[in-house]
C-alpha cells in the first residue's frame, strides 16, 4: 500500500488509528444519541408542562389567599407578640432554670429506660432458661434460675416505679415552662390559624421548583433514583385484562399525561390536563368510581400500560374533523394490532356495560339508556339474544295467532311486502324491495313467499269474534279523547303529529290509517278489552265508556291510506311456490328427487310448507306469535359479546366507504343492513336477510354504543356492581315497567316519562311523577291500585290504565319499589291517632292557617279540587312520607304546586304562633290530623 | 398492466423456473457476469427499477415493515458477493488457463504480516462499527409491538423469523413433518457432511469455478434458489393465509386462490384406472412407493453405470462417498421436483400414508 509500511505489516499504523479515531467518534455519537432517545419521551415534556400549570394554580390560589388574610388583625397579633416576647424575656432567670430542671429530669429518663431496656431483657431471657429447666424437670437449675428471675422482676418493677415517677416530674415541669412563655404561645397559634393556608400553598409552590436538586433528580443516569418527572401508574386489582389463560391486575398509565384528571380547579386547561369532566360520578375520590378503584381503561378502553405515544394507547377520535386534528397535532395513527381500540367520547358509555349487568337502564348513561330504549322499541332483541338485558322480553310485534278476525289478507300481503308504504311510521322493518333483492327474478321468489306466509298465516288464524258492535259516534270527540287519556303515552296518532311528535313514544304503533286496515267491530272491543283478542298484550284498558270506545274508532276509523287500499297484491305464482320448494328439499337431495318430492305434495301441503319455511327464513316468529313456531330459536346471531367480536369476522364487502372499525360496521349495517350484498354474487337463499328498518344515523349510533358495551371482558366479581336483594328486586319491578311502558307516562325516579314531555307548560297537569314510589304509598293500597286503579286525582284528564298484570308482576312492582326507597313492607300499623294534649287544637289551628282545603277540597267544600282526596291518605300513604312532603314538598317533586310552609330548610314554619314555632312538632300534628281523616 | 405483468412474473409458477434458468445461464457465463463492466450495467438498470418498485405503495408497505429491513440487507449482501466471488473466479480462471496460476498465489500476495494490528486491530474495527451501525438501527426501526399473544387466535399470516420463511415455503409443498425435520435435518447434516465428500483439493485460497464446478452448482443451486430465493417469496410475496401476492397487489385478506390437491394414489387407481381404492395401505400407496425407492435406491447406480459424468463422480468420490452424496443432492432436487409437480399435476402427495404419519 502506502510507501512508509513497515515491514510486516499490510497497512500503515498511522492510517489505522485514524479509522480507529473515526470509528470511536461515531461509536461515541452513537452512544449518546441511545441515551437521548431513550431519555427523551413525549409524556415528560407534558409532565413539565403540567407542573407550570399547577405552579400557575398555586400561585393564583396564593394570591387569593394572601388577600384574604386580615391585614389589621395580622398587625394587632404581631404586635400582641412583641409585648409577649417582652414580658416573657422579663422572666428569662426563671425560664432557664426551669429549663435546666427539665433537662436533669429528662437525662435521669433517659437512664432509667436504658436501664429498665436492660432488666427487660433479662427478664425474657432467664424466663426462657427457667421455663426450659421446668420442662427438663432439672430441679436445681429450677431453683436457681427462679432464684435469679424473681431478683430480676423485682428490679424491673423497681425501674419501671422510677420511670413513671420521673414522667410525673417531666410533665410538671414543662407545664410550668409553658406557663412561662404563656403569652408568646397563644399569640403564635393565633398568627398561624390565619396564615396557615398561605404557608401551605407556599410549600405545595416549592414543589413546583425548577431548582438544581430538581435537575439532579431527573438526570439522565441519576433519574432513576428518585425522579419527579416519572411515570404514574394505577393498579386496579378489580378490574383485569384477558391476558390468555390468566385474567392480570389492569395497569393504568393514563394519569401520567392526564395529569389532573383527579383534581377539581383544572375544568378549563387544554387537554391533557383537564379534570374529568364528571368528576362527581367517576374518577373523583368521593364518586362511586374512584380512580384509585376503576382506574382510566376499564370504562374507556384502550392501551392503559403504553406511554409511548399519542397513538399506541388508542386513543380514538369522535369525528373524522378530530381525527384530521390529531393527525396533524399528535401524528395519530388508526390504532393496528389492538383488539379493543379506546371507546370515541361519545361512546364512553359502551364502558359502563360489563360491570353493570342484569340492568335495564343505567343511571347516567343516557346515551347507552337511548340506544338500548332504541333496541327495544326496534325489537332487535326478538331475533337477536342479547344476554345480561335483553332476555325473557316480550314479542315486540302483535300476535298473529288471530290476524283473519282483524285484518284482511290482502291488507296483510300488502303490508309485509312494504310497510311503510302504509304507515311511514311503521316499527316493522321491511324484508323486501331492498337493495339486495329487487332483481325481477329474485321479486318474483319475494312475492310468492309473502303469498304462502298470508296463506299459512291465514289457515292457522283462530276463529275470532268481536264483542262489541261499532256505532258510529263523534270523531272530533274521539280525537280529543286520545289526546287526553293517556294513549299517546305508548302511540303517536295521525291528526296529533305535534303531540305526538314530543312525546315520542314508541311501545305502541304509530296509528296510521286503521280505516284502511282494521275491521271496526275489532277496533271496538281492542279498546275496550284488549286482551280479548290477545292474551299476553301490553295494551292497557283505559276502562272507556261505550260512547268514549266508539268515539274514538270513529275518528281511528276516519284515518285512511288510499292509495294503499286500491294495491292488489301479486297473485300467487304456484311455478315460483314450486321452485322454492324444491330448492328447499334439495339442500340434502337432488333436484330431481327433491322435484319428485314436490310433486307428490298436494296443492295446499305445497303451500303452507312453502308459508312455513318462508316465515322460518324471515324470522317472522321471532317478533309476532305464529301457530306452529314453538320452540324455534330466533333467527339473528347472538350480540352478547358483539362488542369482542374480531373485526375480521365482520363482512364489509366491497363497502369501502364504510370506516373499517366494528362500530363503523355496526353502524352502517343498522342503516342498511343489505349494503353488503352489493356487487357480491348470491344466489336467492344465500341473501342476506336482515329487514332494513330505515333507521337514522343518530339512531344507529346508540345502537352502535349499546352493542359496543357488550364485550366478552370478564370482570371480576369484586369489580362488578353487584346487587344487593333489594336492588335486584328492584331492577326486577323496572323491568316489569319497563315491559308495559310505564314510564311512558311516568317518569319513576328521573328516568323516562315520555308523554311528560307534552306538558311543559304544566307539569301538574300531566301523571304523577313517581320518585320514591315504594316510600310514598302503601304495600297493600299500591297491589290493590295495580288491579284496578280509582282516581287519587280527579282534575286530570289523563288516566291510569288497567294493566293485564299477572300476579307475579304485580308483587314484582309492589316489592321492587319498596326495596328500590329501602322501606320495609308494613309501616307501623295505625288504628288510631294517639294525640298529644293540646296537640289536635294546634293541629286545627294549622290546617285553617295553611287553607289546606283550598286544594285539598274533596269532602271539606264544593269547589274544584286541585289536589287529591286527604280522606284516602290514611289508607294509601306512609305517614313518614306524609311528613317528609308536608315538610318541604319540592325536594320529593320539583314544580309540585304543594306549598312549602316549612322553608327550604323544613325548619322554619310560615306561622309561628303554633307550638311556639316547632316545624317538627306542626308537621306531626299535620300529619295525624291527616290520617285522622281516613282512620 | 407493466405492473400486472410483474405480479404474474413472481408467481412460483413462472418465478422458480426461471429463476433456475437465470442460475445456470449466470453459471454458464460466468466470465460475462463476473465483469465490472456487467455490475456496472446491471446497476444502472437496477436503480430505476428499485426506484419503479418502491413508488407502488402496496410494494412500499410491504418493504418498510422494520421486519423486512434484514432481508433487504440481505439480498443487497447476497447480490453482491455472488457477482464478486463471479468476478474473482473469472480473474483466476482466465489466468489459470493462460498458465498464470491465480492472483492469491502470486508472491506479493503470499507475503506473511502480524496478526497485532493487522488483524485484530481490524477486526476491533468491524466489531466498533458493527455495534454503531446496530444501535443506529434499533433507534431508528423500533421493535414492533402487536397485541398480547392470543394461543387461540393466530395473526394472518403467521410467519416464521426471516431466515426460516424458506422452510416455511416448503410447508407448502411437503407434509410438516419432511418439511419442518427432516429435510432441515438433512441440510445441516448435508452441510456437515461436506468437507468428508468433497475430495477435490483445487481452489483451496483462491477463487475459481471452473477447477471446482460441481460442488460450487449444487452448492449455490441449495442456497441461491432453494433458500434464498424461498426468503423472499415467504417474505414479500406471501400474505394472509399464505396465499401468493404479486409484489403490486394489495394484501386482501379475503384473496382466495382455487386450490385442490389430489394424491397419486388417487390419480392412480381413481382417475387413471377407474378403480376404487385399495383397502390395504401399502397396496393403495404402492405406486407412490415404488417411484420414491426408484428415485433413491434406482438413480444412484444408474447414474453411476449409464453417464460418464456419473462414472467419473463415482471413480473420483469411491463408493460411500458418491452414495452419500447422491442421495444428498437427490434429497435436495425433491424440493423442485415436488413442486413443479404441485403445479402442473395439483398433486398433493406421492406417498400419502396419513395413517402412518407419513407423507411424501
Redesign the interface.
Known sequence: MSENKEP????S?PK?HK??AI??F??FV??V??FL?DYIKPWKAIQIEALQIKRQHTEDALKAARKDIDAKKLAELNSSLAKGEEIVISRKKDIEKTEKELKVVQTKMKAQTIENGVFNGDVSAVNFQYETAVANHDHKLIEKKLEELTKLKAGFDIGKDNLKALQAQEKEISAKLLELYKEVVTSQKEIKDITMKVTLLEAAKATTDFNPIFALRNMPFLDYLDPTIKIQQLVINNVT?D???RQVPKVDRCTTCHTFIDQPGYEKEKQPFRTHPKLDLMVGLESKHPMKVTGCTACHGGEGQRV?DFA?VAHTPDSPKQEQEWVKKYGWKAPH???SPMFSRSQTEAGCVKCHSGVELIPGATVLNEGRMAIEKNGCYACHKIEGWGENKRKPGPSLLKIAGKVDKEWFKSWVWEPKSFNKHAKMPAFFRQSNNSKPEFVRLNVTEVNAIAEYVWDKSKPYAATETFRPGNAENGKKIISEVGCLGCHGVDGLEDQSNKVKAYAGPWLSGLGSKVQPDWLVTWLKKPNHYQEDTIMPSLRLTDGEANDIATYLLSLRNKSFEDLKFAKFDLKARDELLTDYLSAFDTQASAAAKVAKMNDREKTLDLGKRSIGKYGCFSCHNIEGFDGFAPIGPELTKEGSK?L?QFFFGIQHQVPHARDGWITAHLQNPRMWDIGIDKVFRDLNRMPNFYMNEAEAKKITVALLGQTSDVVPLAGRKRYSAGEALYNDAMKVAGKYNCMGCHQIDGLRGDILRSYADDINQGPPRLVGQGHRVQTDWLYHFLQSPTPIRPWLSIRMPTFNLSTEEKNKIVAGFQQGSKQPTFEEPQQVVQWEPGEREGAVKLWNAYNCVSCHSIGFTKDTPLAPDLHKAAKRLRPSWIKLWITNPQNILPGTTMPSFFGDDGKTPIEPGVFGGDAEKQINALTKYVLEFGL | MLREFVNTLSDPIISFPAITIAFYLMLKHYKIVGTKKFAYWTTAILIPVTVWFLADPNFFSIIKTPDNIPIIILLVLVGFFTWFWLYKAAENDTRIEAGLGPIEATPEERE???TW??LV??E??AM??C??FL??W??IFKAP?????????AP?PAKAPWYFLGLQEMLVYFDPWMAGVVLPGLIVGGLIAVPYIDTNPKGNGYYTFKERKMAITAFLYGWLVLWVYLIIVGVFLRGPNWTFYGPFEFWD?HKVVASFNVNLSEIIWIKMLGVGLPKNLVLREIFGIILSLAYIIVIPPWFAKATKAGRKLFLSLGATRYHIFMFLVLMMTSLPIKMILRWLFSLKYIVALPEWELNL
Open positions: 510486516g505489516m499490510a497497512y499504523m489505522l479509522v480507529m470509528l470511536s461515531i461509536f452513537t452512544t444519541w441511545m432517545d385484562d391476558r390468555y389463560f409511548t399506541s394490532h389492538i383488539a374480531p375480521t | 506473511k504480516v502480524w494490528p493487522n486491530y481490524t476491533l474495527f466498533i462499527a455495534t454503531a444501535v443506529v434499533a433507534i409491538l402487536e397485541e398480547s399473544a392470543n394461543p387461540t387466535w394472518n385478506f
